[in-house]
């Protein structure tokens, strides 16, 4: 008999006691989920993939997408913050200072990632903020596009172009309420609404020379080989949760409705069952991809990186389609706050806009099939 992880199981009462009961409210008032995050880091789910030695659960891939999956389910903006603080934590395990480390482990520390720009979009490998040297100090001065928990992480990964050497960018942490570090006006979005996903500044915003993470120039391939993976697998599972959530709410309500006049349920219709069974269809092959992604990482399968292109493009389409079906399925009582379903319509339209999009995903997956190489970084 297997045993469930230790994890899940503090993740089960998080998700019962606070994120289910307050999604709906999240949603209404565009409000930051405060209670749910607090929530997450007293059950060391903030800490689940920070080492032991210094105080973390020592998860990896797989255990982060379950996570976000769970919490996707339930509250969209929840595992939203969740799944950025999650990429973000491997960073500062990686090459972060170990008192932070330690917050991070602890559930004390919430992490944000600062990289889209407004100058570059979606090309958030690419950006063209500057940083450069003055004295023992690092003066930062940027325009990011979207920073989910902007003005309420504790501190954010920023990219920058490098300050001398040669590369894409360099990688630094910057803390919150650094001077000349700004948030530029409240989120109203169509989904997603308490993620707090909004621009931020930094005008002259000064750091020590430490406050790298890693070598300059090192950051395109840090964001490569340590944030890619993350955030592919759990924006997977961030469209995985929230299709399944849609795809089961439509099948209760298709069950339990009944057309009076008739002596049935909607589900009795030939139509409306093969719409559910569409929407179960999809949702179980984006989650059926999530698992062999996760099989070829972890073994080191020559295909990982393929996976891994194709996960998140792939999880994202289904979800919209999913998503767009459940509304279909229950007709003019989806459009009803209560029924659940337009709630998460809303949510998964973020997935295949998110950086990197799917457009740019499908670039790069066509790029691997055609033996091309991945980015061209030619002027």
């Not at 008999?1 to 709906?24: H, I, N």
């Not at 767009?324 to 399925?329: F, N």
């Not at 459009?335 to 998460?344: D, P």
Request: aromatic share 6%.
């Amino acid at each position: 008999m297997t045993r469930t992880p230790a994890y899940l199981l503090a993740l089960q009462r998080v998700v019962d006691e606070v994120v289910a009961p307050g999604a709906a409210r999240i949603d209404a008032e565009g409000s930051f989920p405060r209670q749910a995050v607090g929530a997450l880091g007293e059950a060391g789910l903030l800490g689940l993939v920070s080492a032991p030695e210094v105080g973390g659960r020592g998860e990896g891939h797989r255990a982060a997408a379950l996570v976000v999956e769970e919490l996707a389910h339930h509250c969209a903006s929840t595992a939203m913050v969740a799944m950025m603080h999650l990429c973000a934590a491997p960073l500062i395990e990686a090459y972060g200072p170990e008192q932070v480390r330690r917050e991070v482990a602890a559930g004390r520390h919430l992490l944000g990632l600062a990289l889209s720009e407004r100058g570059s979009r979606s090309h958030f490998w690419a950006p063209v903020s500057t940083a450069r040297a003055e004295g023992a100090e690092i003066v930062l001065d940027a325009a990011k596009s979207w920073v989910t928990s902007a003005g309420e992480a504790d501190s954010y990964i920023w990219s920058s172009r490098p300050v001398t050497a040669e590369g894409l960018s360099t990688l630094w942490l910057v803390p919150a309420g650094s001077p000349g570090l700004h948030v530029d006006g409240a989120f109203d979005g169509l989904g997603l609404r308490g993620n707090r996903s909004s621009p931020m500044r930094a005008e002259g915003l000064r750091l020590a020379a430490g406050a790298a993470l890693g070598d300059d120039g090192t950051g395109f391939d840090q964001l490569l080989l340590v944030v890619l993976p993350y955030f592919q697998l759990l924006s997977a599972a961030f469209s995985i949760g929230t299709m399944d959530a849609a795809a089961t709410k439509a099948a209760e309500h298709v069950s339990r409705t009944r057309l009076t006049h008739l002596d049935q349920s909607l589900a009795d219709a030939g139509t409306v069952r093969a719409y559910v069974a569409r929407m179960r269809v999809r949702t179980d092959m984006a989650r059926a991809l999530l698992l062999d992604a996760l099989a070829a990482l972890e073994a080191g399968r020559d295909d990982a990186m393929l996976r891994l292109l194709e996960v998140k493009a792939g999880a994202g389409e289904s979800a919209t389609e999913v998503t767009d079906l459940a509304m279909r399925v229950c007709g003019g009582a989806a459009f009803r706050k209560e029924v659940g379903v337009e709630r998460h319509f809303r949510d998964a339209r973020a997935a295949t806009v998110m950086a990197p999009t799917t457009d740019a995903l499908y670039d790069f997956i066509g790029r691997l099939c055609c033996g091309l190489p991945l980015f061209d970084q030619s002027p």
